[in-house]
């Protein structure tokens, strides 16, 4: 798409012209810096639109952004479709069309939107073991079989599964809780622990294994995001150690639900396959989980009178609509569509800006910090890769948080420090102290 002439220049005068969007000559009338595209009936034959109004607005910059009244917006320098507003972005998390590319398809494309890294760590290594890339590129969400395991994997994610763990959950929250000390930090003193602590509770990995499984999730979950180079040959420990966990699980007499699933995966798929579903649990699950809920701290530091009126999943998600872990993520389109009101063809990048979304003022109003809204944000997505562990995320949020809350435990948390990746927020520190009357000496 070429910008549209006189682009950029500030001037008030209107005047009429033609730009051209996919094949299409776009009629517009441009007023001083902002234009406005008029999509007449028969300028958009494949998608059907009668006299749809579109107006484009230069941003600053080179490139060309044009938004549909839907909310879509292209990008000319980013080489893809931004979904900005709610109803959009509704429309495109369910539109089949629109797919997770296996990372490394493009160079944009991954996992919650970051990128794994392809191809930086060799071949597979001669004992059978996937190299790291290929591992990666193994993720049942990019693979042929993603309904399959997901159907799989949805019954141990169920909320009426997830429930029977409540009480185990709560009391891990509450042992992470009373081992902190003094003062230290919140994040890595107890959310990460505390969220791979549930994550093995709820697979069936034995508590003696915690440490190992903590920094094995850290190295991977940095892996996954491209910021452990280096780290190739303990990367590759780490997918070994994945594997033996896997073995036990697969053999154990006694499991859980999700460790039952595991070994439906692997009889079909084989014991790799279930490995790379148990990693991305683990790397999916307990980073935006540990965010959640330093978030959530957070805004009862700042208003601690907020459990007093909603509950702690409403404060959770309302927390998480404001600052999702996953503010983008990254679609491609399998086939020529035009779900987003324009012809997008097939192998085209669209990003969907879940955070953009959740602050859409037609569904969120004025953005406030307000937890006794209706309107369903899209923190956890939707569609076909929505997100199996919601209900597990929002029960150790609110377990953690309320282990927090109680007057025994006297944590007073000072700022949140997150980190902002391309595509993720992530909570890396949040320094505490504990009050005088619980400090102990
Ligand atoms: C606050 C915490 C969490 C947030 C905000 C979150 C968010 C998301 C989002 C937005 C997606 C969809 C990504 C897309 O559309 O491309 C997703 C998918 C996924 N999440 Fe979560 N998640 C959280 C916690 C968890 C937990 C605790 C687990 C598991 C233990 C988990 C496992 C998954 C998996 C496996 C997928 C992929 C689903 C698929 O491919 O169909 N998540 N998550």
């Not at 070994?263 to 014991?271: D, I, K, S, T």
């Not at 955070?355 to 956890?380: I, W, Y």
Request: glycine share 10%; net charge positive; charged share 20%.
């Amino acid at each position: 798409m070429r910008a549209a002439p006189g682009g950029g220049t500030g001037r008030r005068t209107s005047r009429v012209g033609k730009v051209p969007v996919n094949d299409f000559e776009i009629p517009y009338l441009e007023v001083g810096r902002r234009a406005v595209l008029r999509f007449v009936a028969k300028a958009l034959p494949s998608v059907g639109f009668v006299g749809m109004m579109v107006s484009a607005r230069r941003e600053k910059g080179p490139g060309l952004h044009m938004s549909t009244p839907a909310g879509a917006l292209v990008s000319r320098e980013a080489q893809s479709w931004a979904v900005r507003g709610y109803a959009t972005a509704v429309t495109a998390l369910r539109d089949p069309h629109l797919v997770v590319a296996r990372p490394g398809q493009s160079e944009q494309d991954g996992r919650h939107g970051d990128q794994p890294p392809t191809a930086r760590s060799g071949p597979s290594t001669n004992d059978g073991a996937p190299s790291v890339p290929e591992f990666f590129q193994s993720w049942f969400t990019v693979g042929s079989a993603h309904g399959a395991v997901k159907g799989v994997l949805a019954r141990p994610f169920a909320a009426r599964q997830i429930e029977r763990f409540a009480t185990v959950v709560a009391e891990l929250a509450r042992l992470r809780v009373d081992r902190l000390p003094d003062d230290g930090d919140l994040v890595g003193d107890c959310l990460v622990p505390f969220s791979v602590d549930c994550a093995a509770a709820l697979t069936g990995i034995p508590a003696g294994e915690a440490n190992r499984l903590m920094a094995v999730t850290r190295l991977m979950t940095a892996a996954f995001h491209g910021v452990a180079r280096g780290a190739d040959e303990p990367l590759r420990q780490c997918v070994r150690y994945l594997r033996a966990v896997t073995g036990h699980l697969l053999t154990a007499d006694e499991g859980t639900p999700l460790a039952g699933a595991l070994r439906e995966v692997a009889a079909e798929l084989g014991e790799w396959t279930a490995t790379a579903v148990l990693a991305q649990l683990l790397t999916a699950g307990v980073e935006p989980t540990v965010t959640g809920a330093a978030l959530t701290c957070r805004e009862l530091a700042r208003d601690p009178g907020l459990p007093e009126r909603a509950p702690l999943e409403r404060i959770a998600d309302e927390a998480l609509r404001r600052t999702p872990p996953f503010p983008r993520v990254h679609r491609t389109t399998a086939a020529r569509c035009g779900c987003l009101g324009v012809r997008i063809e097939a192998g085209e990048r669209v990003v969907v800006d879940i955070e953009a979304a959740n602050h859409d003022p037609a569904v969120f109003g004025d953005g406030r910090f307000d937890p006794s809204r209706t309107a369903q944000p899209l923190t956890f997505g939707l569609g076909a890769y929505h997100c199996l562990g919601a209900a597990f995320a929002r029960m150790q949020i609110s377990a953690v948080v309320a282990a927090l809350a109680r007057p025994e435990a006297r944590v007073a948390p000072a700022d949140l420090i997150l980190r902002r990746t391309a595509h993720t927020v992530v909570a890396t520190a949040m320094p505490f102290r504990r009050t005088a009357g619980a400090a102990r000496g």
